[in-house]
């Protein structure tokens, strides 16, 4: 169940991503008159359809590969490679008869439909399932350290004020994941101001460590709110309720980052733990494993913000332009050498590990939201094939004046998609390695 779970979050993502992508190519040619010979979800290889139906001209279908989909353009070089139909003298509907500024327009359709669909998701993300947000003036105690941070110059009781000089109002903006990828923070410190960046060496040093934790919200409160049956604290006899105080009659504990960061430090190793249960104390016994002990804080009662209209908005179109900026980062590092393609990249059978065996509609919109404005990248790219390469060469054409031929186009189509078809092969073998690793 789990996997036709993970399946079904895969297609129907892929689905209205591919669906709304190419309505961006049709709606703009029908705008400037050119006829669409054809739309269809999932390409029909070899000629075989699960569904069809022909409608003012267009066949609409469903094929049956579903990597993708497309329209089939009129006198355009695409992956169909209709040469037949190429040689004829150009007509008035065809796609090669209309100025470029207009074939321009039509070959940018996709993408930007698809960047429109990633900042409404992340809009609707924040309206229908967030709601509220956490204000980072109700960090009253600023945050706690853990190691990594205190490598890049945090400090605990340090109050995050600004990213890269921009005023923040939210604390999730406030993201350990920014700092990893060059973000600058501004800090409050005993009443000074002060900027944090980490040095060219701190992302290998991230990638090496096995504790990632950089900081979070610094929480004098260490009560229990939740444990886990069958891990150490559940076995060791903690219970909910219980306040941690001290580690080995050493390490006493007045923060839950103290708590969090010892125990990792004390991994396979039989540690005391001291409790205060009913004000009495109680010592137990527990070793924790790789992930800890299996337990979660009773979070603070922060004081909450709900999201205006405007508000939702405006943090849908910064949540989103984050996310793509970080993940644009995060593929630079590939070409720097920072981070192996192995490890980083996926394919569909990743993708779905990533939506999840669990359908949660938070989670499944916001991650179409993100695929989708990573597709919007992927597909500008000035590469044969994609709508970045055709893109290229009309600007080639608006600036110069000169036309490229059918025969060129052609033979770049012929290359592109050959770069193509090795990199959804490398994608698949990157998932399947990683499901045999």
């Known amino acids: 169940m789990t996997i036709l779970i993970m399946v079904a979050q895969l297609i129907l993502g892929l689905s209205i991503l591919v669906l709304l992508h190419e309505f961006g190519h049709y709606i703009t040619a029908r705008a400037f008159g050119i006829k669409v010979e054809k739309f269809y979800l999932f390409f029909d290889a070899w000629g075989f359809k699960l569904f ?11 094929g049956w590969l579903p990597l993708g989909g497309y329209v089939k353009i009129a006198g355009m070089v ?106 600058e923070f501004t800090v409050n410190r005993n009443g000074q101001t002060l900027k944090v960046k980490a040095n060219d060496d701190f992302y290998s040093e991230f990638k090496q460590s096995k504790n990632k934790d950089i900081f979070e919200a610094y929480v004098p409160n260490c009560e229990l709110d939740s444990i886990l049956p069958n891990r150490p604290a559940a076995k060791g006899g903690m219970l909910i309720g219980d306040y941690p105080v001290a580690i080995n009659d050493t390490i006493l504990i007045d923060s839950w980052g103290v708590f ?20 009495q104390k109680v010592d137990l016994m527990i070793t924790p494993d790789s992930a800890g002990i299996g337990v979660s804080k009773k979070m603070p009662q922060y004081d909450k913000v709900s999201y205006s209209l405007t508000q939702s908005v405006k943090y849908g179109w910064k949540d989103a332009m984050n996310m793509l900026a970080m993940n644009i980062k995060g593929m630079g590092k590939i070409f720097n050498g920072q981070e192996k393609a192995t490890e980083s990249l996926s394919g569909p059978i990743g993708i779905a590990q990533i939506y999840g065996g669990v359908w949660d509609w938070h989670k499944f919109w916001y991650i ?10 992927m597909n500008i790219l000035p590469i044969p094939a994609l709508d970045g390469g055709h893109v290229l060469f009309l600007i080639i054409e608006v600036v110069t004046g ?3 031929s059918d025969s060129f186009m052609e033979k770049t189509q012929t290359v592109g998609m050959v770069i193509l078809l090795a990199l959804m092969a490398f994608a698949f073998g990157v998932d399947i390695f990683k499901l045999f690793r």
């Open 402 to 404: 000169k036309k490229f």
């Open 368 to 377: 179409t939201g993100l695929l989708s404005l990573i597709l919007a990248f």
């Open 260 to 279: 969090t960061e010892n125990i990792k430090k004390s991994t396979n190793k039989l540690t005391k733990i001291t409790v205060l249960r009913a004000s």
């Open 52 to 62: 069809k139906f022909t409608y003012k001209g267009t066949e609409y279908g469903i």
């Open 78 to 183: 695409d992956e169909s490679m209709d040469k037949e139909a190429m040689k004829l003298p150009p007509q008035p509907w065809e796609f090669r008869f209309k100025p470029a500024w207009q074939r321009l327009i039509v070959m940018l359709g996709g993408v930007t439909v698809n960047l429109i669909l990633g900042v409404i998701l992340f809009t609707m993300v924040i309206m229908v399932y967030e709601k509220q947000y956490i204000p980072i003036s109700a960090i009253d105690k600023g945050i706690y350290s853990y190691e990594l941070g205190r490598k890049v110059g945090l400090q605990t009781g340090d109050k995050i004020v600004a990213v890269n000089g921009d005023k923040i109002e939210r604390f999730k903006d406030a993201s350990p994941i920014a700092i990893v990828m060059g973000a």
